[in-house]
């Protein structure tokens, strides 16, 4: 399963440095949004500030959209899905490669969107290894929703509009909570960011394994 | 000789439409068999069911000793099906491509590289992506994908397309060595001219279900069963 998920991961990173998808369309559209906010909300420069956690996890949860989207829409090109099926590949491994491939992608897009945060709202980062963790537990989860979903529409013609309707309201947890371990990160107060970190954690434990058990289901299915 | 195919009155549905109407088919091992018929005689979807693509409604099928009706996965990566998809991925190269596909069927990469050897496709070729392959060059990505996989069932649907008269002697080539080494070619076919050299069978479907057989085996063969 684990070399599977190797070679799946290898294939789909190797596809983004080729055709650079995240690098020339995700990045910039993560960038365009958070500019949107901050013209939005700068006559108050308060609200911006005080909302500068969600509104950083609502733009990283917008270009995960589109890195899903595009994650498994190069699966359904050109028949590969089935030439996924007849490959002799786990279906867990897919998925566990699948998932490993767009939280690399997201974990970047992170760290650019942090830099976006810090110079745009003036956010001041004083839990780093708060705000470390949240971003790893947080694209964990993300990521393996995302690719449980991706597969559940990727066999269906309205697939680029159905994956927000799935994920939205299933990510919504990952949202509050990684928000509320931001405002702390940001704050610097020591309230329940650790908690909100571990819950994160958990929420992504899950849906790992409820991937691994209903990947191949889907796959065969969808 | 042993039957890689056996099916007995094999129904394959489309939706609620029965694709396949009750085929009843033998092929064995080494055999290259033909397959024609109109457009929408199910032909593809034989060569679907035989993968493990297409379930089994009714009926009995059994390929390379799986059962079908029991389980249609167990049979799939023993199986190469080259249909009118290339099951390629356009922004990778030709390489990483035939390396990703042979990996995963547990191929060693020298056989991925000999595949390509085989198929014309090393050199300056390996390292440029699908997307800017003509139709050929990308079927024959596809047929080296299929090579380096080594399966032991050959599913193909109108191969001959898109190649030019070289592709076309090298896919014959290549349908010949893997006969010769003990793989069964199935293959649906509209150039019966094209394909009457390489298969002294030919079995006609119309309406799902098989109406002629231009060389059936003339025992009754043995099914192999999986352990």
């Known amino acids: 399963m684990l070399r599977d998920a190797a070679l799946v991961a290898g294939k789909d990173l190797r596809l983004e440095w080729r055709s650079r998808v995240a690098t020339n369309q995700v990045a910039p559209f993560a960038i365009l949004v958070l500019i949107l906010f901050a013209f939005a909300l700068d006559p108050d420069r308060g609200i911006l500030e005080r909302a500068t956690a969600g509104l950083y996890w609502v733009t990283v949860l917008f270009a995960a959209l589109l890195a899903l989207s595009r994650a498994f829409s190069i699966e359904a090109a050109d028949g590969n899905r089935d030439a996924l099926r007849l490959s002799g590949l786990d279906p867990a491994g897919i998925f566990l490669g699948k998932a490993a491939a767009v939280a690399v992608v997201l974990l970047a897009l992170e760290v650019l969107l942090l830099v976006g945060v810090i110079v745009l709202y003036n956010a001041d980062v004083h839990g780093i290894g708060l705000l470390a963790a949240t971003c790893v537990a947080a694209t964990a989860g993300l990521a393996a929703t995302g690719s449980l979903y991706g597969v559940l529409a990727a066999g269906l013609r309205v697939r680029e509009t159905l994956l927000p309707l799935l994920l939205l309201p299933v990510a919504a947890p990952v949202l509050i909570g990684a928000t509320r371990a931001f405002e702390d990160a940001f704050s610097g107060t020591t309230g329940e960011g650790w908690s909100w970190c571990v819950l994160l954690a958990i929420f992504a434990l899950i849906y790992t394994v409820f991937g691994v058990l209903a990947f191949g289901p889907l796959l065969e299915e969808s | ?227």
């Open chain 2, 1 to 227: 000789m042993e039957s890689v195919v056996h099916l007995r009155a094999a129904v394959a549905l489309l939706g609620r439409f029965p694709a396949l109407a009750g085929v009843d088919l033998d092929v064995g091992r080494g055999e290259t068999v033909v397959l024609q018929g109109p457009n929408g005689a199910g032909k593809t979807t034989l060569l679907r069911l035989c993968a493990g693509l297409a379930p089994v409604a009714s009926g009995e099928a059994v390929v390379l000793g799986h059962d079908l009706v029991a389980d249609r996965k167990a049979v799939r990566r023993h199986v190469g099906l080259l249909g009118h998809q290339t099951h390629l991925y356009d922004e990778l190269t030709v390489a990483d491509n035939v390396t990703f596909w042979a990996r995963a069927a547990r191929a060693e990469a020298s056989d991925a590289q000999a595949a390509m050897a085989r198929l014309g496709l090393d050199g300056r070729l390996a390292d440029v992506a699908v997307a800017r392959l003509s139709a050929g060059q990308r079927r024959r990505t596809a047929l080296a994908v299929l090579v380096a996989r080594r399966p032991e069932l050959w599913l193909l649907d109108e191969p001959h397309a898109g190649l030019d008269q070289d592709g076309r002697d090298l896919l014959d080539g290549l349908i010949r060595d893997a006969t010769a080494a003990g793989a069964t070619v199935m293959m649906a076919s509209h150039e019966l001219d094209r394909v009457q050299g390489l298969a002294p069978r030919v079995v006609h479907i119309a309406g799902g279900a098989v109406t002629d057989d231009t060389a059936a085996p003339a025992a009754p063969t043995e099914v192999a069963h999986a352990p």
